[in-house]
């Protein structure tokens, strides 16, 4: 039985804009609740983390390699989506300049593409497929992977055999969803722990 603790990097100061690819860092209080949640983690007998390749996710995954003694793994595949033209903009703003994309995206669902950037599709497909690996290719010590909302929402959607990645469960910053199962088609959500 596999363990694995899917966490939001910490709370930056893009929380209210669409923000994939950005070099956004962590804030001070988004530092202060990944320390919280770190000490949490310790208790969890974490062997391995790994971490998308963005500022704010690696200072998180590096406060909590800290605490817990680890190395930490940098992997592409957990990025958040490529919001494309929708980057480093608030919804509002999204609305008045591409209100065809809106429609779209309230339509289309999975197989919306965000402007000059990427499917929803091709994006669960990348995120499953980093999941599967963590089955595939580690041993069945607890793992941290320390990503994005987006990815986090993907992976439930999957488990949870949703039409939309968009759903009506929080993953707030610093924020741990748990995930137990033999392989990667029996898993379920033990819990979500949100950031204290």
């Known amino acids: 039985m596999k363990t694995i603790y899917l966490i939001r990097h910490g709370e930056t100061n893009n929380q209210d804009i669409f923000d994939s690819q950005s070099s956004a860092l962590l804030n ?3 530092k202060k609740k990944v320390q919280q949640l770190a ?6 007998a974490i062997t391995q983390i790994y971490a998308s390749p963005l500022p704010r996710t690696q200072t998180t995954a ?13 992997d592409k595949q957990w990025l958040e989506i490529d919001f494309g033209n929708f980057e480093g903009k608030a919804f ?11 429609k779209e995206l309230c339509t289309l669902g999975d197989h919306f593409q965000y402007p000059k950037g990427e499917a929803i599709y091709t994006f669960k497909d990348r995120v499953w497929s980093a999941f ?18 987006g990815v986090i929402q993907a992976i439930l959607a999957k488990i ?4 939309t990645v968009f759903l009506p469960i929080r993953i707030d ?17 033990q819990h979500i722990k949100s950031s204290v």
Not at 142 to 149: G, R
Not at 160 to 163: D, E, H, R, V
Not at 173 to 189: F, M, Y
């Open 62 to 74: 590096e406060i909590i390699a800290q605490i817990l003694g680890l190395s930490i793994t940098i």
């Open 39 to 44: 000490k949490w983690l310790k208790q969890q």
């Open 160 to 163: 949870l055999n949703t039409p």
């Open 173 to 189: 910053p610093a924020s741990c969803t748990v995930l137990k199962g033999k392989n990667e088609n029996d898993v379920i959500i």
């Open 132 to 149: 599967r690996e963590l089955f595939i290719n580690t041993r069945d010590d607890p793992i941290a992977v320390i990503t994005h909302k």
């Open 28 to 30: 001070q209080f988004g």
């Open 92 to 102: 509002q703003e999204i609305i008045a300049e591409y209100p065809k994309y809106v």
